[in-house]
């Protein structure tokens, strides 16, 4: 009880003190052409193009390239001396389901129960989160939002990081199933949670036979079950499964079981990933490594393992994404992430790729988003160089067009106790 006095406090305090800091406001659609003119465009589908123009109607990239015609009324700007990328992807992401860990009202990540095929996350997505926008100036610009919990957790659902509401703000729903793979360090509980999940996709399987079946009007009518019904596309090929699991023990299971079940594999965690390379390569499976800034957790390993694990993947030739931790409140870590890789012996370039082009072909997002292309969302940066660079600062984004607000929550404060320092000087 003295605990929930305190929570209640503490949230009042926030209420009361809360109009010192100004919520940021969603951008309005894109309402004329927009060119940004004289960049550096970075397309990572090919050459670099200097001094180059890209022109976006609608929230769509229509023209990029030098020598653009404009139509007429377009709103120039002159971008000269900057960079133009892609907006970077956070393929393992608790945005908009994530506020503040002390407060469990705000934190609407795991359901009840073990099995949760039917959880659609945006549906639980909060467009007012402080995190949207400090990700945002970041470069982070879609976050692959993920359910958490049990043994099959729901899916997972690509969101925008600038709009009103979740229906607004969704790229793409049901960008993968959750499975979260059991420890196996417990072997009663591992073959008791193993017998479990296949059962699961066997009753799930069962169903879609007898539905089928019902449409096809060769069976009698058969109750709908949001769980079962929620699989469906998984066997059809339509949606992967992304299974966390880290050890190999785990990576190697899930592939067999995968196998088994003839379903779409992701890897998701991924820390002895490197230790079945030519598994993974020989059959097609990706990994999105989570959390290159991170100490191993055994004795014998050198320092540096997790952060030259991107490096041994990509020269195994296994196809990668870097998503960093899933924490919303450190979305705005992930271009460092994926800066630590590069330091530790993964070309700079495929760096890049691997939060931008990489995780939108692994989780079929690259129709839309990844790189700058005609027909693609104009979701991008405008930056003073390359965003995964510690130094670069992300001067302006657009997300789909949008010209989104940058003056998040950091940046509030920085100004306002910035302004402390100065006005303590000037009282000297």
């Not at 589908?45 to 929230?59: A, C």
């Not at 793979?181 to 059962?199: A, F, I, K, M, V």
């Not at 989570?290 to 030739?317: C, E, H, K, V």
């Not at 760096?351 to 990844?370: H, N, Q």
Request: aromatic fraction near 6%; include cysteine; charge should be negative.
């Amino acid at each position: 009880m003295k605990n929930s006095v305190l929570i209640m406090s503490l949230l009042m305090v926030c209420m009361l003190t809360a109009p010192e800091l100004n919520a940021q406001t969603p951008a309005a659609k894109q309402s004329e052409p927009i060119a940004l003119v004289g960049g550096t465009i970075h397309t990572l589908t090919g050459d670099v193009i200097e001094n180059g123009t890209i022109l976006f109607e609608d929230g769509v990239i229509t023209a990029i390239g030098t020598g653009v015609t404009l139509p007429e009324g377009t709103l120039q700007e002159d971008v000269s001396g900057k960079h133009i990328y892609p907006g970077l992807i956070d393929s393992w992401s608790q945005m908009g389901i994530y506020e503040i860990g002390a407060v469990d009202m705000s934190t609407d990540i795991n359901e009840q129960g073990l099995v949760n095929p039917n959880v659609m996350v945006e549906r639980a997505f909060n467009p007012e989160s402080r995190w949207i926008g400090v990700g945002r100036s970041a470069g982070v610009l879609t976050s692959v939002t993920t359910p958490g919990g049990g043994l099959v957790a729901g899916q997972s659902a690509a969101m925008k990081m600038d709009g009103w509401a979740w229906d607004e703000m969704t790229l793409k729903s049901g960008v993968g199933l959750i499975v979260n793979w059991p420890n196996p360090n417990n072997q009663n509980n591992y073959t008791r949670q193993l017998t479990e999940l296949r059962s699961v996709f066997a009753d799930a399987r069962a169903y879609r036979t007898a539905r089928n079946a019902m449409e096809a009007g060769s069976a009698s009518h058969h109750d709908f079950d949001s769980r079962w019904h929620a699989m469906i596309p998984v066997f059809d090929g339509d949606r992967p499964v992304v299974v966390s699991a880290n050890e190999v023990r785990q990576i190697q299971d899930a592939i067999t079981w995968a196998e088994e079940e003839d379903v779409r594999l992701i890897i998701l965690g991924g820390r002895d990933a490197h230790m079945v390379a030519d598994h993974l390569r020989n059959k097609s499976i990706p990994v999105i490594i989570t959390a290159i800034l991170n100490s191993p957790n055994r004795d014998w390993q050198g320092y540096d393992s997790i952060y030259a694990l991107p490096s041994m993947l990509f020269n195994a030739g296994v196809q990668f994404a870097i998503a960093g931790t899933s924490s919303a409140p450190y979305a705005n870590r992930l271009p460092y992430e994926a800066g630590a890789a590069a330091a530790y012996g993964l070309p700079e370039d495929e760096a890049l790729k691997a939060v931008t082009s990489y995780p939108a072909a692994i989780l079929g997002l690259d129709d839309r988003i990844g790189t700058l292309e005609t027909g693609k969302d104009a979701t991008l940066l405008i930056t003073t160089g390359n965003p995964i660079e510690y130094s670069t600062q992300v001067e302006q984004v657009y997300v789909q067009g949008r010209k989104s607000d940058m003056m998040d929550i950091h940046r509030q404060l920085y100004q306002k106790y910035h302004e402390k320092v100065e006005q303590s000087r000037s009282e000297r």
